[in-house]
């Protein structure tokens, strides 16, 4: 399956947003504080310009009686999905495949260089 074709995963700031925040008419201002973090970063997280990181993972958790887990699954999905498909990763010349080293120059010359 062409990679363009699989959707792209959600930001956890608009599960945040969608399932608990607006649901639950919290305010913003409240909840930033109880979170422990700026109102600020409660608005670039909601609007997926923001990350959500372990700290903030687990205060959402207790927040919102679910897990850092899914949180930081969120915010990897859609972090991988967002390199893969928009970001600008450099060519990389395979080194292993099927648990054998590959001979190609490029090789080669790595594997004299790391001896050295």
């Given at each position: 399956?062409?990679k363009?074709?699989?959707?792209?995963p959600?930001?956890?700031g608009?599960?945040l947003?969608?399932?608990?925040i607006k649901?639950l008419?919290?305010n913003l201002?409240?909840?930033?504080?109880?979170?422990?973090?700026?109102?600020?970063t409660?608005?670039k997280i909601?609007?997926?310009?923001?990350s959500?990181t372990?700290?903030?993972a687990?205060s959402?958790a207790?927040a919102?009686?679910t897990?850092?887990?899914?949180?930081l699954?969120?915010?990897?999905k859609?972090d991988?999905?967002?390199e893969?498909n928009m970001?600008?990763?450099h060519?990389?010349?395979?080194?292993i495949k099927d648990?054998?080293f590959?001979?190609?120059?490029?090789n080669?010359?790595?594997r004299?260089r790391?001896?050295?």
């Amino acid at each position: 399956m062409n990679k363009h074709h699989i959707r792209k995963p959600t930001h956890p700031g608009t599960v945040l947003d969608e399932h608990y925040i607006k649901p639950l008419e919290l305010n913003l201002d409240e909840l930033a504080q109880r979170l422990g973090i700026a109102r600020n970063t409660l608005f670039k997280i909601r609007t997926g310009k923001a990350s959500v990181t372990p700290h903030l993972a687990l205060s959402l958790a207790k927040a919102f009686d679910t897990t850092p887990q899914l949180w930081l699954n969120l915010q990897q999905k859609y972090d991988l999905w967002m390199e893969q498909n928009m970001g600008v990763h450099h060519r990389v010349i395979q080194i292993i495949k099927d648990g054998m080293f590959l001979p190609v120059p490029q090789n080669l010359a790595l594997r004299k260089r790391m001896a050295a």
